[in-house]
């Protein structure tokens, strides 16, 4: 519909012609088309409400899963209001909107991360958190800042889906984290690329992950007011739980010990090398893709408004990054209170995070079912009763006329005699009236 | 020579094919070289059309016209323009697929089956390329017979009834429209003092308003019947189910177009101010149609059904197109005529293969296809792609381009249309969940291999899916110029200057022509 939309209001699609078209569009087809074009990326890119397919694409095979619903496929939706920034720069009520929306999706995410034990579950919806990052960048027009989340996010999530994958190879096919028992001694190797990748997931001081982060934080307080403030804090409090949720997982697959191992322990074993040098790649990626970013980010600035104190910002990326990953380290390493305590206090709260606060529920009882029976009934009664009810009434009615008039048909000439009398007075009368009547 | 030959060769193949002793295998090897000499002389016409050439009031390319009935001014007028040029491209392919098909699937009475066939292929040449009113109504009506005895000597269970509810319904739509041929001819002759039946000649007629609407009603009815539109679409699921499979190709994929082509070589041209003022209803039926029969296909339990439902869907999207009445609204929505005739025929085409192997049509009954019948999976696969609009098949670039310009006149509507996109995802996806993947079910796991004929002739049909999706300039170029005429003379004979819909300026009578 954006690009119907744009068709009919520009007459054009080029991204050159658009460019030069935009000036002269009034402010309300500007605006629609911003909303539709950004509902297109909110389904492709997984934002609130229409992420709930990336988790479930998870049951695909977990290479597929590191390329396309980590770093590019889903990045399309960033991509595409950056692309149009042209656009988006106009209509900068639309981008506080596409903020508020990422900054919800980042939060809202994040909770449900919390309490998943498989380990692409939990990697799907940090993604979709992340994504949420990157959407609070580009709509507040700190392009450069999404973008660059976007490739560092590329980094270290397509590391950590990889080595879900190694995991999997190695334990045959068992993803459940409370089911492996201390895997730092069987997979030295995985191991590391686990906390690689979770140190740039974390926003690790001086990880990629760190630096991108950083940036969009720093969008967000420096957009000023209330909608700043608000941002920047649910940002930062997502950023502790996503340091948590990172660490919790590789903290109970690789170093917890239990009783309760989904696998045969014998088997265990190191993928080999083919599957560890693009772990590697993609490792340096995530440690060292922050400073080479951060020059260019500093080169291609432009957030709207003042800059706030940078020292504030930074040094919540730092609180929340480390305070994260130590909270996860109290909670399951050193069990100083045990997390099940803590999900029995908080049941109803924990249950509805793990049917992700309903969502799903929601869209079976209110669209899914109701459309499907809707549907039946729309065919069996409307269709087959009623249209073409009244299609075979024609036909019935033919019939049923036939069958009356038959009995005219006796065959006995007395009858037709009858009819004969009685059709020839009518005529003679109709004609001595027609002569000599009015 | 080539309308003639277009018309002369399979009614003689016919000819021949019926003479020959019960078991004869050449029944078939006729029919097939009829259907190759067929698509070979559309080829050739292809070749000989310029892309610029309207085509359309100068008779076009091919002119044929040999007086026939001198007292009511009826002649032998054929010709072949933009319009017509795609549609007997799209009926050849189809005839000739559906010979392949009918290789191995038909196996009694056989001569008689092709003989119908190619029959039926000729009164179809013949809608595409009259361009005499009578003629247009004689090939009309001769397209019914054939497909009478088509659907009710080698059809299913029902084929009796559907047959007869077939003929009935549309005959029905038929006779409103021979009625109306009678009244304009007559209004011709007392105003022109000619008797004329040349469409051209017709399009001058001006009536007055009570009997211009009951003739611009009798059009729409029986074109609407035949399209079908919502809510005269009934006959539709029962035809489609019940027709032997090539029965089913040829006519979701070609007998449901002339209702279209109706539209635009007839009603609007005929009645351009009409059309706009009724634009708006029938628009809202297209798009109920779009929708309504998209979510009953989606809770099907036949795929057959599944698939003449969304016909319905999709050709609610070309109605729309067309009746959204600008140049690009009207070339999208003839050239989504002719994919759609592509796609649903080889949906048609494959659930006829699937039928053939396992004698079975429930949805609950097959799974697991993609394990047993991999070839026959990957075509289907594609296909659903193609059918739900997927960018770079056919589909996505009919629907494209009837939306963006029905947008224009019609937004409201198109509004709506746009989730008739969704619709089509959800139940071919439906499908392809239930009966490709998962478990390999009873019937499926004993199936044979697929015959060269089945494979050549999805093989084709998967081709054209590709080349219309990537590279539809070709098409559209020979189809806007006839399109863009068409509306032109529609509105200068209307007496129409201006417009009251903000459509394209380029369109005027005054205005030179320019590309969309």
Known sequence: ?????????????????????????????????????????????????????????????????????????????????????????????????????????????????????????????????????????????????????????????????????????????????????????????????????????????????????????????????????????????????????????????????????????????????????????????????????????????????????????????????????????????????????????????HRAARQQFYVETVYRTVIVTPLRTTSRFVWTVVDDLIVDGLVNLSGASVDITGLVVRFVQTGRIRHYLVYLTIGFSSIMLLITYAIFGG | MIPLSLLLVPVLAAGLIALLPEDSSLSKWLALAASLATVGFSVLLWRNYPAGLDGYLSGGLYEVNVTWIPSIGASFFLGIDGISLLFIGLTALLILVSVLFSWHAVTKRVNLYYSFLLLLSASMFGVFMARDLLLFYLFWEAMLLPMYFLIGIWGGARRIYASIKFVLYTLTGSLLMLVAIVVLHHYHASQYLTETMALSDLYRVNLPTGTGLFVFLAFLLSFAIKTPLFPLHTWLPDAHVEAPSAGSIILAGILLKVGIYGFIRLLVPFFWTLSLQWSGLVGVLAVVGIIYGGLVAWVQEDVKKLVAYSSISHLGFVVLGIFALSTASVSGGLLQGVIHGINTGALFLIVGIIYSRLHDRKIENISGLAQEMPLLSTFLVITSLASIGLPGTNGFVGEFFILTSSYESLPLLTIFAVSGVIVSALYMLRLLRECVFGEVSDIVSDTTSLHLTEVVSLSLLTIAIFVMGLYPKPFMDRLEPTVSEILKTARQTSGETTFDRGIQQADLPNDSEATQ
């Not at chain 1, 402010?27 to 988790?55: E, H």
């Not at chain 1, 951060?294 to 080169?299: H, I, S, V």
């Open chain 1, 1 to 349: 519909l954006g690009i119907i939309l744009s068709i009919n209001v520009m007459g054009t699609v080029s991204f050159e012609g658009l460019h030069a078209a935009v000036k002269s569009v009034s402010a309300s087809n500007l605006t629609a088309i911003g909303l539709l074009l950004f509902g297109g990326a909110v389904g492709k890119s997984a934002q609130f409400p229409l992420y709930v397919w990336l988790p479930d694409a998870m049951e695909g095979p977990t290479p597929v899963s590191s390329l396309i619903h980590a770093a590019t496929m889903v990045t399309a939706g960033v991509y595409l209001i950056a692309r149009l920034e042209f656009l988006y720069t106009l209509i900068l009520p639309v981008g506080e909107i596409v903020a508020f929306v990422g900054a919800f999706t980042a939060l809202f995410a994040a909770a449900v991360a919390l309490v998943h034990e498989d380990m692409k579950r939990i990697l799907a919806y940090s993604t979709v958190s992340q994504l949420g990052y990157m959407f609070v960048g580009v709509g507040l027009g700190a392009y450069g800042a999404g973008i660059f989340h976007l490739m560092t996010h590329a980094f270290f999530k397509g590391l950590l889906f990889l080595m879900a994958g190694s995991v999997m190879h190695a334990l045959h096919g068992e993803l459940n984290i409370f089911k492996m028992d201390a895997l730092w001694e069987k997979l030295p190797w995985t191991g590391s690329m686990a906390v690689i990748g979770g140190l740039g997931l974390a926003g690790f001081p001086l990880v990629s992950g760190f630096w991108s982060k950083d940036e969009i934080l720093l969008a967000a307080l420096g957009h000023g007011g209330a909608m700043g403030w608000i941002l920047f804090l649910s940002l930062a409090v997502g950023a502790l739980l996503t340091a948590f949720y990172t660490f919790r997982m590789i903290f109970v697959a690789f170093w917890c010990g239990t009783d309760d191992v989904g696998y045969d322990p014998t088997s265990v074993h190191e993928a080999g090398w083919l599957m560890l040098v693009p772990m590697v790649i993609l490792a340096v990626g995530s440690l060292f893709g922050g400073f080479f970013g951060r020059l260019t980010a500093e080169l291609a600035h432009h957030t709207g408004g003042h800059h706030p104190p940078h020292t504030i910002v930074m040094s919540t990326s730092v609180a929340v990054s480390l305070g994260g990953i130590l909270l996860a380290y109290l909670l399951y390493v050193q069990e100083v209170i045990k997390p099940s305590t803590l999900s029995d206090k908080w049941h109803s709260l």
